[in-house]
């Protein structure tokens, strides 16, 4: 018996090896593998990472839909500087039963803090983007000369529509009566004194 030992270990062995080249080289299955509808990623288009939205303006928001239903979805405000505290402490705004059509009109709250923020829309996030007063998102462009600023403060700028925007953005108001302040695009905005009687 101990004259057939060696031979029995080397043909376990032989074997064993020619058992796992065999099961290597066999064709792998490429059956494509089925996604639940859950589980499809969804791509936010508007806002996206770095982005400077302002208090109390409207913004188009933009999502993509690849394969999902069109169900109702909610929209979460996430404040970054609470995520660690649990979603519940963390979300500064919610709106409910949104169509999932791809955009949205959404229109920033104006009591928010500034600071940093991402939208849940259905259930996938946006990036991180800053919120800020219309007088800080246009100082934090004004002074930049790289395209992306100045496109941002232009925008930022259009949006003023009256004598109220323009002083909140910090621009000059000039002493008359009644008051008036100017955009550096050139536009005058007479303050309503009608208001005030």
Not at 32 to 55: E, R, S, W, Y
Not at 160 to 171: L, N, R, S
């Amino acid at each position: 018996m101990k004259r057939y030992l060696p031979l029995i270990i080397v043909s376990v062995i032989v074997f064993g090896l020619a058992y796992i080249i065999y099961t290597f080289n066999q064709p792998k299955n490429n059956t494509p593998i089925q996604v639940p509808v859950d589980d499809i990623k969804n791509t936010v288009i508007f806002p996206v990472q770095g982005d400077i939205l302002v208090k109390g303006f409207p913004y188009h928001l933009e999502w993509e839909i690849i394969d999902a239903p069109k169900e109702s979805i909610a929209i979460f405000l996430i404040d970054a500087s609470l995520e660690q505290q649990g979603e519940s402490v963390s979300i500064s705004d919610r709106v409910y039963d949104i169509p999932n059509i791809g955009t949205y009109d959404y229109s920033i709250p104006t009591n928010l803090p500034e600071g940093t923020y991402k939208l849940r829309i259905g259930k996938m996030d946006s990036g991180y983007f800053r919120v800020l007063s219309l007088r800080d998102a246009i100082s934090d462009c004004m002074p930049k000369s790289d395209i992306k600023s100045k496109t941002q403060c232009d925008e930022l700028i259009s949006m003023i529509d009256d004598y109220e925007k323009c002083t909140q953005a910090g621009f000059p108001v000039i002493e008359s009566y009644p008051q008036q302040c100017r955009t550096p695009d050139g536009r005058t905005f007479t303050q309503d004194i009608t208001a005030d009687n």
